[in-house]
């Protein structure tokens, strides 16, 4: 039998590899609409020094870990996307600590392998997206809050109080809901640990812990005002936010023909109804015959994901990963406690729950790493990833017809801020320097305005645009406006399939 410290080694050595597996052909699913906006603002910041302009998007930790990287290797893609594979890494390493707070050692070494095979998890972190690194840091802010509830000392709270600020800086502004997980503990506290920590000292060393993230929180919010009444946008995520959350991006689910995401369809998608099924009746026996903790667990889990499956306008599956760790603790510490109430029957019971989970969830998994085409997909996610005209198929093919093509000319944009630099993957980096967004002046200057933009286009012509030929005539009037659109001669030079061969990806000419 091995001792304490031994199976912890064990248990660490064991979850690192089991989550690396993630690593393994790393670029099986091509650069999407996303990732391409991602390397944007990490470029940005290599090539014209726009070190704030993360801000704006709300993801200043994203771009501001992978610019010192960028530029390191031959393929930066992979290297960003390996460092989110080690943000998984660490979750699950994250995972099995905070589940030994709630449960022994078994169950904490289950807790953190699911949540290294969670399709969920090994999808996203196998992507250049700052959800892995929320999701990470999450597990991390719930851990820090049992050892301040534990013991509230005021190390204990400059820890919580980092964890909130990193948590935070991952994506504004929803990093900010795991200020809401110490409100949840004290809800949930029997009466006499919560009187413990709303008296002195301990609940000076409390509000200590919070103080920093609240107040970066108000000063987002006032800047934002601030910005708004000046007739600028919000900043800090506050747009995609609004827009994606409250409806005001309603167009979006017209526009790809799908209906509005069902949480149920989301969730199944990836984790398939059984698992969905073995994992609530978990939750429910954890709820029931557990403590306060696992209820704590399931109560900062399932309160933003009902939130966004339920209240927002539009979402993408992808923003419920951060809620699913504590969910996954929760749900093995609940059949936990039913095979300990069913005697051996209950363990043989268990384990069977337990190997379905694996073998399904696995299997699925396994798909994503090796051939994501054949992994199941929710339609929406299928949409933006595979067939849609964000995807990031089409640009591979796109960049080796450049490559081959006689008289390419000088200069190639895109009319959105993420096709140059998805295309920008797939070409040597002597490339970059004639490959971007068409707002952009060859010299980097940014051309925010219409006219400015289609002088700086029609004084460099010819040139060669890039852009889903679904999206030609809306991308031509935003930029330039109907009738600046009207003054480009456009030739249709190539275009390359995407999945289903309901979009293309095009190559058109400008004189």
Not at 82 to 111: E, F, K, P
Not at 165 to 185: I, N, R
Not at 282 to 289: D, K
Not at 452 to 464: F, G, I, Q, T, Y
Request: charged share 15%; hydrophobic share 55%; proline share 6%.
């Amino acid at each position: 039998m091995l001792n304490r410290h031994t199976f912890g080694i064990a248990a660490f050595a064991a979850l690192l590899f089991l989550s690396s597996l993630a690593s393994v052909h790393l670029t099986a699913l091509p650069v999407f609409e996303d990732e391409g906006s991602q390397l944007r603002l990490i470029w940005r910041i290599v090539e014209a020094g726009e070190w704030l302009q993360p801000l704006a998007d709300g993801k200043p930790l994203e771009a501001w870990l992978m610019a010192p990287l960028i530029r390191l290797g031959p393929q930066p893609l992979v290297m960003i996307r390996a460092l989110h594979v080690l943000s998984g890494m660490i979750g699950a390493v994250l995972t099995y600590r905070l589940a030994l707070q709630v449960g022994d050692r078994w169950m904490a070494l289950t807790s953190g392998a699911l949540f290294a095979i969670c399709p969920f998890v090994v999808y996203l972190q196998r992507l250049a997206l700052s959800d892995i690194f929320m999701c990470t840091a999450g597990i991390w802010v719930l851990l820090r809050v049992i050892g301040l509830i534990r013991s509230a000392t005021w190390a204990n709270s400059a820890w919580l109080a980092i964890a909130l600020l990193l948590a935070a800086l991952c994506k504004f502004p929803v990093g900010f809901v795991f200020l809401t997980s110490m409100p949840l503990a004290l809800v949930l506290l029997p009466a006499a640990e919560r009187r413990a920590l709303l008296h002195q000292p301990a609940l000076t060393r409390v509000a200590a812990a919070h103080a920093p993230a609240a107040a970066l929180a108000a000063l987002i919010a006032v800047v934002a005002i601030i910005r708004v009444r000046h007739g600028q946008p919000p900043g800090f995520g506050l747009a995609d936010l609004l827009g994606v959350g409250l409806g005001q991006y309603q167009g979006i689910t017209a526009a790809i023909g799908l209906p509005r995401p069902n949480l149920i369809t989301e969730l199944t998608a990836q984790l398939s109804w059984p698992v969905a099924a073995i994992g609530l009746i978990g939750l429910a026996a954890s709820a029931l015959l557990q403590d306060w903790r696992q209820r704590w667990l399931i109560a900062t889990g399932a309160l933003p994901m009902l939130t966004i499956g339920l209240l927002a306008s539009f979402w993408f599956s992808r923003y419920l990963l951060f809620t699913l760790p504590p969910l996954i603790i929760a749900a093995a510490s609940g059949w936990q406690a039913l095979a300990s109430r069913w005697g051996p029957f209950g363990q043989s019971v268990k384990f069977a729950a337990l190997a379905l989970c694996v073998a399904l969830m696995g299997l699925q998994s396994v798909r994503l790493v090796v051939e994501p085409a054949a992994a199941r997909w929710s339609p929406l996610d299928r949409f933006q990833y595979f067939e849609g005209w964000g995807s990031g198929y089409g640009y591979a093919e796109a960049a080796q017809f450049i490559l081959g093509a006689p008289n390419v000319p000088q200069l190639i944009y895109s009319l959105d801020g993420h096709s140059a630099y998805q295309l920008r993957n797939y070409l040597p980096a002597a490339w970059g320097a004639r490959i971007g967004p068409v707002e952009y002046a060859p010299d980097g200057t940014g051309l925010r305005d219409k006219a400015a933009r289609l002088e700086n286009l029609l004084s460099r012509a010819p040139v060669w645009i890039i852009v889903a030929e679904q999206l030609l005539q809306g991308c031509l009037d935003s930029d330039f406006g109907p009738a600046g659109a009207r003054q480009l001669h456009l030739r249709r030079i190539a275009a390359f399939d995407k999945p289903g061969a309901h979009t293309q990806l095009a190559i058109y000419e400008i004189k």
